[in-house]
C-alpha cells in the first residue's frame, strides 16, 4: 500500500506508544482511542493511554529449569510463547504460586464489544469495537485474560487489556456471568544472550476508566534448558 502497510488496519494498530510520530509524543502528546466499525478519537495526554511497564528487580527474577519438547521452538508467534508459558508450569508458578493447578484454558479468540468508558474525562463510546484475548484462563470463578509479545518494551497501549477487562465486567455487572476477579496479565518473551526470559506483569483494573489501572504483581522467568532424565 501507499504508506507501507501491508495491512490497512495496522495503520491504526499503535500498541506502544514508540510507535507514535515523534510531534506527538513531546509534551502531553495525544493518543488514538478505537471506537469500532472503523472510527477512532483522539484524546490528549498520552500517560493516560499507555502504561509504562514497571521494572523488574532481582529479587522477582527466578532460573527455570526445563525440558524442551520438539515444538518449543517451531514457530515464532505469540500463541507459541504462551504455549511454552502453559506447558511448562511458568503460568502456573506465576499466577497461582502453584505447579498443581489446573486452570481452565480458552483459547485465542477475536470478539466485539459494546459500551463506555472514560479517559482524562472524556467519555469514549464502544460500537462493535474489535477486540483480542491471546489467551483467558478461569480458576475459582476467577478470570485472566493474557496479553503476548515477543519483544520487551518500554510501554504498552493500555487499551489492550482495558478492552478485554470491559467485556468480561459488562457480564459480571450485568449478572449475566457470575465472575470473580477480573485480572489482566501481560507477558513478553524475548532472547537475552541466547537465553530466552519470560517477563510478567499482571494488572487489574477498578472501574470502567482507562487509568485506572493497577500492578498486581510482576516476575521474570530465565528459562534454562536441561536434558531429560
Known amino acids: 500500500m501507499a ?24 509534551g502531553n502528546g495525544w493518543f488514538l482511542v478505537h471506537l469500532g466499525k472503523g472510527f477512532h478519537q483522539f484524546v490528549q495526554d498520552q500517560s493516560f493511554g ?11 527474577r527466578v532460573e527455570w529449569q526445563y525440558v524442551p519438547s520438539i515444538l518449543n521452538d517451531f514457530d ?41 468508558y472514560t479517559v ?4 469514549v463510546e464502544l ?6 484475548m491471546d489467551l483467558v484462563l478461569e480458576r475459582q470463578s476467577n478470570i485472566t485474560v493474557f496479553e503476548a509479545k515477543k519483544k520487551f518494551h518500554k510501554d504498552f497501549a493500555t487499551y489492550q487489556l482495558f478492552h ?22 501481560f507477558l513478553q518473551k524475548h532472547e537475552v544472550d541466547a537465553i530466552n526470559v519470560m517477563r510478567f506483569h499482571l494488572y487489574r483494573f477498578h472501574n470502567r476508566q482507562l ?9 521474570e522467568y530465565i528459562l534454562r534448558e536441561t536434558a531429560p532424565l
Open 3 to 26: 504508506l507501507g502497510f501491508s495491512n490497512k488496519y495496522d495503520a491504526t494498530k499503535l500498541d506502544h506508544s514508540s510507535k507514535y510520530p515523534e510531534n506527538m509524543q513531546h
Open 50 to 60: 499507555f502504561h509504562q511497564f514497571e521494572n523488574v528487580e532481582d529479587s522477582e
Open 76 to 116: 515464532s508467534s505469540e500463541a507459541n510463547v504462551l504455549s511454552i508459558a502453559y506447558n511448562q508450569l511458568i503460568l502456573h508458578d506465576f499466577l497461582y504460586g502453584d505447579r498443581r493447578a489446573n486452570p481452565q484454558v480458552y483459547f485465542s479468540r477475536r470478539t466485539k464489544h459494546t459500551g463506555d
Open 120 to 123: 482524562n474525562g472524556e467519555r
Open 127 to 132: 460500537t462493535q469495537v474489535q477486540l483480542e
Open 164 to 185: 478485554p477487562y470491559l467485556y468480561f465486567e459488562r457480564f459480571r455487572r450485568t449478572g449475566k456471568l457470575m465472575i470473580g476477579d477480573i485480572q489482566c496479565c
Open 211 to 219: 487509568d485506572s489501572i493497577e500492578l498486581i504483581r510482576k516476575k
